[in-house]
């Protein structure tokens, strides 16, 4: 049997980031009408924000955005 693959929608949107009880403009990663995660560029980095703290840095927004999505699917 061939299983039909599901599209998922997962978008990028601006919004304001909660870092350390500081607002900055950042990004949400949302799945479908999940918010799965938050980033915000600082210093020169991309950090994925993880309970209004900072839980890892990446060079690119790329690599934000598949830690993002690897963590959900491990953990969903």
């Given at each position: 049997m061939a299983k039909k693959d599901k599209k998922i929608e997962i978008q990028l949107v601006d919004a304001k980031v909660t870092v350390n009880a500081t607002?900055?403009?950042?990004?949400?990663?949302?799945?479908?009408?999940?918010?799965?995660?938050?980033i915000a560029e600082l210093d020169g980095k991309f950090a994925v924000i993880k309970n209004?703290?900072?839980?890892?840095?990446?060079?690119?927004?790329?690599?934000?955005?598949?830690?993002i999505i690897e963590d959900y699917n491990l953990n969903h």
């Open positions: 607002s900055v403009d950042g990004s949400q990663l949302v799945i479908g009408k999940r918010i799965v995660g938050n209004e703290q900072v839980a890892s840095f990446y060079k690119s927004l790329d690599q934000a955005i598949e830690s």
